[in-house]
């Protein structure tokens, strides 16, 4: 028995000697030693690998579908509403009219513009991992058996040591950022208080395998500026913070995150609010304008999009709230583009839980990211907020090669407003009447 225990207290001190010298050391100073570009080369060559096998298969007959298409539904979108009804009917009013918006809804059901943001991005073929929106088939034997080694391989050894890096990095902001508020404000404190969370969320990167590419870096933002990127997860904080510092906001939470809250906000001046502060517009607006106003505090990082729990799944961005645009500044806008060949970085929170969200994220091969920093804009002469958060997010979409829409992300849990539903019971009743209904 206790040749066992020698046995694991070796193990345990040789793992935790090598997380430390070869993992954390290098990433809390930002340096890399070359292993993550080795893990992704292999990984490519893998996957490269078993593309190849299942194309190979569906030439001998198998059936692999591998084409990345969403669509469900054959639309003829040439028609407007006046013209189909025309075709269906001869009279002013006939009950066929019905099948033509029965049509129309299931339609809008099964594939809107809006829900088909709120599920996974398809793949062009499969990545190894259990997720995947086509049904393949058994290929081959050496397929299965590499299948079930990534299993192992991310289950019984990545698993364990990207939970163990995230609990020293968690632990490490939370003690940092502490012991660097018991100091007065000074610019030792500043600095200090930068290089506390820049440590954190490297270490946090490496927990999710994370390799990220920043372009165009003389446009990172600069204090005193207003941060705005699309919302895709949790993590693009994360993913943001690895490479500079800024200041959150956010809504007041309890248990670990409000320990975490607390500890960030007296180190750095985050913007935190309480439940009831979320709801006024002006105070809100007031206490992130005193911000923007003092050149000497970190830029804040916004995500106009978002509504509360919302994240879109990184192939569109939706429509901009006004607000983060009538704070008045400069606006750094970031462009993030994730490659869910190597993981699914987009948090269904229909779905899934935020630890069973973690869970799939360390579980996965490594998260792959392209940010650009984009050139800062200012709203224009004559220019009102909504104009200038349309440009601004035309400006995302098209530098991280995103679709441009102008839906509310909020239609996934609002009703829809009603004088959407009046606008579409007026058409219909100038067919039926002819001239104006109002």
Known sequence: MEEWENVAGKLFSTWFTVVILVILLPSMLGVSLGITELYMKILVWILEWATLRMQRGAKEGKKVDCTASNGIIQRDESSSMVEEITELRKRDFELTDIFYFSKKGFEAIVEDEVTQRFTSEELVSWNLLTRTNNNFQYISLRLTILWGLGVFIRYCILLPLRITLAVIGISWLVIGTTLVGMMPNSRIKSWLSDL????????????????????????RPKKGGICVANHTSPIDIVILAVDGCYAMVGQVHGGLMGVIQRAMVKACPHVWFERSEM??????????????????????LIFPEVWPGTCINNTSVM????????????????????????????WNSSKYSMVNYLLRMMTSWAIVCSVWYLPPMTRKEGEDAVQFANRVKAAIARQGGLEDLSWDGGLKRAKVKETFREEQQRNYSRIIVGGDCK
């Open 279 to 300: 709801k006024d517009r002006h105070l809100v607006t007031k206490r992130l304008r005193d911000h923007v106003a003092d050149k000497t505090k970190l830029p804040i």
């Open 196 to 219: 506390a969370h820049l440590m954190c969320y490297r270490i946090c990167a490496r927990a999710l395998s994370a390799t990220i590419y920043f372009h165009n870096k003389e446009n």
């Open 319 to 346: 429509m901009f709230k006004k607000g983060s645009f009538e704070i008045g500044g400069t606006i750094y806008p970031v462009s993030l583009k994730y490659d869910p060949q190597f993981g699914d970085a987009f």
